[in-house]
Antibody
């Protein structure tokens, strides 16, 4: 059974850097084709894909947020970390990490974490 | 960047009725990269359909997906009480999501 769980601060100040950790189980990020992505959802709004890291260390980012994002993985600890710099109140959202299955031909996510609400406020 | 427009914004139906949700792309997309998700309040999205018409593991057969090119449809043949939720489409080649359709109890 695949599970993922996000952890990190619930409140950050404007201009600060956000660091979120996704801890997962039930799969290995060294398996061919597997990936872990990050998606966010502002309150009451639609989903927005942020970043994805693949089993082979390939990293993909949303074009509009690329300059602010970094995604890394620690395969031995079953963790993926997302950092987002220069946080702004408009970045207030629930941040999800999710599993990209090996059968996918793109950024499909078949299992999601419960999400972590991050509020940006001074 | 592809834009996905979902309609209607809200669908008011009764249990047992048929729900038809639309997802329209502003340019042609591969049918092997179109997915549908269900999201209930306070929960993470759940994958329902991928490759436009393939049900994900454990998804009941009352959910079906169809379409190609720029027009895709999610159909729920007979609404169960647990189906009232928000539904998002995604073009996962570029990972763009639609704005969502809320299916509410009439």
């Amino acid at each position: 059974q695949i599970t993922l769980k996000e952890s990190g601060p619930t409140l950050v100040k404007p201009t600060q850097t956000l660091t979120l950790t996704c801890t997962f189980s039930g799969f290995s990020l060294s398996t061919n084709g597997v990936g872990v992505g990050w998606i966010r959802q502002p309150p009451g709004k639609a989903l927005e894909w942020l970043a994805l890291i693949y089993w082979d260390d390939d990293e993909r980012y949303s074009p509009s947020l690329r300059s602010r994002l970094t995604i890394t993985k620690d395969t031995s600890r079953n963790q993926v970390v997302l950092t987002m710099t220069n946080m702004d109140p408009v970045d207030t959202a629930t941040y999800y990490c999710a599993h990209r299955p090996p059968y996918s031909n793109g950024r499909l996510f078949d299992t999601w974490g419960q999400g972590a609400l991050v509020t940006v406020s001074s | 960047e592809i834009v996905l427009t979902q309609s209607p914004g809200t669908l008011s139906l009764s249990p047992g009725e048929r729900a038809t949700l639309s997802c329209r792309a502003d340019e042609s997309v591969s049918s092997t990269s179109l997915a549908w998700y269900q999201q209930k309040p306070g929960q993470a999205p759940r994958l329902l359909i991928y490759d436009a018409s393939t049900r994900a593991t454990g998804i009941p057969d009352r959910f079906s997906g169809s379409g190609s090119g720029t027009d895709f449809t999610l159909t729920i043949s007979r609404l169960e009480p647990e189906d009232f939720a928000v539904y998002f489409c995604q073009q996962y080649g570029s990972s763009v999501f639609g704005g969502g359709t809320k299916v509410e109890i009439k």
